[in-house]
């Protein structure tokens, strides 16, 4: 599962409902979450939906933290996977 970081986008009630379907266009595109604003203070978050039951669950996860663990042996050298990743 990745874990991804979404630019937001402030935007006032009146302006959400005035381009309320160029705003799920970007949400569902990834390209940005929307915060919808009443007089400057944040009421709503506007974000792709995930289907629930599509995600892992936390045993899942659990489960593959651990298969991962007993398939590296010997010493890991963290940076050089980091780096690695980068460069793919």
């Known amino acids: 599962?990745?874990?991804?970081?979404?630019?937001?986008?402030?935007?006032s009630t009146a302006d959400a409902k005035s381009s309320l379907p160029r705003?799920?266009?970007?949400?569902?595109?990834?390209?940005?979450?929307?915060?919808i604003t009443r007089r400057g203070k944040p009421v709503a978050r506007l974000v792709p939906y995930v289907d629930d039951k599509k995600q892992p669950s936390?045993?899942?996860i659990l489960k593959q933290f651990d298969e991962i663990r007993n398939n590296v042996k010997g010493e890991v050298d963290i940076k050089a996977y980091i780096a690695e990743g980068r460069n793919r």
């Open 23 to 35: 705003l799920l266009q970007e949400v569902e595109t990834g390209r940005s979450a929307i915060i």
């Open 58 to 60: 936390k045993e899942d």
């Open 1 to 11: 599962m990745e874990i991804v970081e979404r630019p937001y986008e402030r935007v």
